[in-house]
């Protein structure tokens, strides 16, 4: 059965870290009018047939024939309410919030991944421009606001392309998010991500060194039990060759100070806690949380190394650092805007999900 080879490949993706961080990114399969997409908080690498809920498509698309609010959190309330009740009777999961994304497209087999070597294009100065030159028949969006609105842009421009060209778009790039690829089968997928990852791999001038390197112990045990009086989590610390370029000082910091795409804020903070050397690591942790109303996850501590409040958040700024890198070879990084990510920081779905997860 289909669906269960969507399942095997959700784990093959969801376990290789070339594609796949802390079980982001999402799968689905349609059938009969039913759409199976993964449901919220589960991780891809170990997701099984209860990871998925099954919708009815034809509520789907009756979604797009409502009104919503204006107002974006009720919208995304809304929104929310009746996909829930899209569900097949008996699911209780709740729906990825790219659900309604992946009814859209027209293919049996759909697969969104936040893949670093793909981010390292659509989070980039000159993304737009690259994904054209390299990827003629794909579409791209801008940053948009995820959920509604961006489903709802991608509809209009399928739409769009369909009615000239009579074509779909079976590949599709989201600035500071990820790509999503459809096609007749999942062998067929594989095969547009093994296209896409070469070509862009093709482009690069540079790759991350993440080569150990080493620290002040004396210094590294200080700093730890500093933030660990701060918050009681398991601090990890790491230094690598990257690492030590990026906090020499402040501007060469800058390239991985903020946030590429929302679940970097998710998992890691909106942005790391950077520390001068020789600074008070307690006072600028202090101001941090004052100044942001959230503490942060990564404290980058210059010339010394980064340190990570609870396991999760350091293989997202390793992931921030190699997009970062990636992106050089495509007009330098681009984060998302600081109106985007206050949206991001707001976001109940999101909320919900990184309570899910941890
Ligand atoms: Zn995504």
């Known amino acids: 059965m289909s669906f269960q080879q969507l399942v095997e490949h959700s784990r093959r993706y969801g376990s290789d870290p070339a594609f796949v961080l802390l079980g982001g990114g999402n799968t689905s399969f349609k059938e009969d ?31 797009w024939h409502k009104q919503y609010s204006q ?121 547009i991500y093994t296209e896409v990852l070469s070509t862009i791999e093709a482009q690069l001038v540079r790759k991350p060194d993440f080569t150990e390197c080493e620290a002040d112990a004396d210094k590294v045990e200080k700093v730890s039990g500093v933030l660990q009086g701060l918050k009681n989590e398991r601090i990890l610390f790491r230094n690598t060759l990257e690492f030590k370029h990026l906090l020499t000082d402040r501007s060469s910091f800058a390239k991985a100070g903020s946030s590429f795409t929302p679940d970097h804020i998710v998992y890691a903070g909106f942005k790391p806690l950077w520390v001068d050397e020789g600074a008070d690591v307690s006072k600028a942790f202090v101001q941090f949380e004052r100044e942001h109303g959230s503490a942060p996850k990564i404290v980058c501590v210059q010339n010394l190394g980064v340190f990570s409040l609870g396991e999760k958040p350091l293989p997202l700024f390793f992931d921030t650092v190699a997009i970062s890198v990636y992106s050089e070879s495509f007009g330098g990084p681009r984060f998302m805007d600081e109106a985007m990510i206050n949206f991001i920081r707001n976001w109940e779905v999101e909320k919900y999900r990184s309570q899910v997860s941890s």
């Open 33 to 63: 009018r039913t759409l199976y997409v993964k449901a919220s908080g589960h991780a891809l690498g170990t997701i099984g047939e209860d990871g998925f809920v099954r919708m009815d498509l034809d509520l789907l698309e009756q979604i």
């Open 71 to 191: 107002d974006d959190e009720q919208r995304e309330d809304e929104v929310l309410k009746d996909m829930m009740s899209c569900r097949l009777e008996g699911e209780t999961a709740r729906p990825s919030v790219e659900a309604l994304l992946h009814a859209l497209l027209p293919f049996p087999y759909v697969v969104h991944l936040h893949p670093a070597l793909v981010n390292g294009v659509t989070c980039a100065q000159d993304g737009e421009a690259s994904v054209h030159r390299l990827f003629g028949e794909a579409l791209w969006v801008e940053l948009v606001k995820p959920g509604f609105i961006l489903a709802n842009i991608v509809r209009e421009r399928l739409i769009a392309h369909q009615a000239k060209t009579g074509k779909v778009y079976s590949l599709i790039f989201l600035q500071n998010h990820g790509i999503f690829v459809g096609g007749q089968s999942l062998e067929e997928i594989a095969q």
